[in-house]
């Protein structure tokens, strides 16, 4: 008679199966999370060999950073003669219908040839990604991230070409570089267009979106933070001299939304947000912001994304009612749009090209473009219908036209 097989060994198979099965999952899992873009990962951090790091952090730096220090720049980004002056964050025009991310190094003579100025880094920095784009007329922009570790990191956007030794090992791996730089060095050139920058820390995330996950296809905007904060005391010395903002903060804002409130940005319904997916051209059309003017906070612009086809940007006649206090209780709010300017301390009208100090807006009430009418149908959707050529005199309620914007 056969001795009575026991537990184990009777599903001893079963057990192995499923001791192979749970060892392919965590195998396949480690790999995936070590190759591929961090977007496909159901964690919200990684880990590196100095700690953890989250998936923004991971993405912009394709997996490359380390540490998490945060040293100071202590480096202009152009020799101070080369630049005229610093355009704050928080503009509004064209296609940038929401505020911009981003500061602008205004070159001294802006319509200067390519490549006449040079471009160097502003700290001790790995370049975890250079990123080229061809314009219309054929000619080439590169987009620079500099990782200062996995915490912090800055940028450009609009060098014109690299220098010898960065292009050199661009070329060996476009899509995989990781170039130490230190602070000062060349890294290229700009001519004939400003310099975007800025900096962007992963510990901060700007509460004036009330939806930050409408931002995801442009991850740093949410941790965009003032550049004064993160440079030397030279350094920040130096750039203020050539600050066209003069209110604070000096740097500029970005983020004005107040859930329940009309002021800040807004996307129409069904888009998904900052960029909609799948859609990377003219993703724009389908934005709307309502914030304080860049130069004069006191000053209201409207930024549409479609208005008679166009984006456009307008000041409001009388800047009321204040979109910072409208809300569901407000009932239909008509904004007649106006051209706007900017004046300097003097009541001269700015070039736009050469600093100028205590910049004023200056709108053109005398006539009227057209009249948005709103109205809050709830804390975070809104009615809009854009009458162009009308005052609001002439506007008596919304029609088949209007659209729904939500954030």
């Not at 054929?138 to 915490?151: A, P, Q, W």
């Not at 440079?231 to 010395?237: A, S, W």
């Not at 009612?321 to 009932?331: E, K, Y």
Request: include cysteine.
């Amino acid at each position: 008679m056969q001795p009575k097989k026991s537990f184990f060994g009777r599903f001893w198979w079963m057990i192995l199966a499923i001791i192979i099965c749970v060892t392919v999952v965590f195998v396949v899992t480690k790999k995936q999370a070590k190759i591929g873009q961090p977007n496909g990962f159901s964690s919200n951090s990684h880990n590196n060999e100095l700690g953890q790091i989250n998936d923004d952090s991971y993405q912009l730096s394709r997996g490359k950073c380390k540490g998490t220090e945060k040293n100071k720049l202590g480096a202009l980004p152009m020799k101070y003669e080369d630049f005229s002056m610093i355009l704050p964050y928080g503009l509004t025009a064209g296609g940038h219908v929401t505020p911009i991310d981003h500061q602008y190094f205004s070159p001294t003579v802006f319509r200067s040839p390519r490549d006449k100025y040079e471009v160097y880094a502003m700290a001790d920095a790995t370049i975890v990604d250079i990123s080229e784009r061809q314009k219309p007329e054929g000619e080439v922009e590169y987009r620079f991230v500099f990782s200062i570790s996995c915490k912090l990191y800055y940028y450009y956007d609009l060098v014109t070409s690299l220098a010898p030794d960065i292009k050199a090992e661009w070329q060996k791996s476009q899509r995989d570089i990781n170039i130490l730089v230190k602070e000062g060095q060349l890294v290229g050139r700009i001519g004939g267009q400003t310099l975007d920058f800025a900096v962007w820390d992963m510990d901060e995330n700007l509460g004036g979106f009330v939806v930050p996950e409408h931002y995801a296809g442009e991850v740093w905007k949410i941790h965009t933070v003032d550049p004064l904060d993160y440079y030397t005391d030279d350094l920040k010395k130096t750039a203020l001299t050539k600050y066209a903002r003069t209110v604070e903060p000096r740097s500029g804002k970005i983020d004005y939304d107040i859930d329940g409130k009309l002021i800040g940005n807004w996307f129409l319904e069904g888009t998904g947000g900052y960029v909609q997916e799948g859609k990377s051209q003219e993703y724009w059309k389908g934005h709307l912001s309502i914030a304080p003017d860049a130069y004069d906070p006191a000053s209201t612009v409207f930024s549409v994304g479609d208005y008679n086809g166009e984006a456009k940007q307008f000041g409001i006649k009388g800047n009321l009612p204040d979109p910072a206090s409208s809300d569901q209780n407000s009932g239909l709010i008509k904004y007649e749009l106006v051209q706007q300017d900017w004046v300097d301390g003097t009541g001269r009208n700015w070039d736009r090209m050469s600093l100028s100090a205590g910049l004023k807006a200056k709108n053109h009430n005398e006539r009227v473009e057209g009249t948005a009418l709103i109205q809050m149908i709830e804390a975070r959707k809104i009615q809009v219908e854009i009458f162009p050529g009308k005052s609001a005199s002439q506007v008596a309620g919304f029609t088949a036209s209007a659209k729904i914007y939500e954030r």
